[in-house]
């Protein structure tokens, strides 16, 4: 019993004196504000981010009004066709059904976005031209001041 009220003791304590700050608040106050660092490319753009999180939870989970409404009205995802000639056939999420495609956009939307050109792509190395890749590719980009997935293809 003694040992217990002892321990709890040495815990209590122990959490008393890691609460306390060990810095003065007032001289931290007095740093300007920093942007966060962009790292390795990618957008640290706060909205950005936000997006890229709601779409990659939109594409978990199936959720085809909410990845809709963050589509650009002419979203391609027929690699060589026109938006026009894309319409004309089942309709992207069909497509994406037909060909099981959801589990592979939704591996391309989990890879860190990079610039190319007016686009934030994924995976990576799509923007690099030394890799020549060819697989499946997603493009994000900002559409009359707000983000917009417009496209994801293959080849």
Known sequence: MKTRIFSCLILLTALAFTACPTTNPKKNAKKPATKPAQTNGESADVDFQAFVGRLRKAVKAHDVNTVASMMSTDFAYVLGATPAEDRQGPGVFQYWDEN???????????????????????????????????????????????????????G
């Open 100 to 154: 099981n495609l959801w589990i592979e956009l939704d591996g391309v939307l989990s890879e860190r976005f990079v610039p190319k050109e007016n686009y934030m792509v994924a995976p990576p190395q799509f923007a690099d031209p030394a890799s020549e890749y060819t697989g499946y590719r997603a493009g994000i980009q900002r559409v009359n001041g707000s983000w917009k997935f417009v496209y994801f293809v293959n």
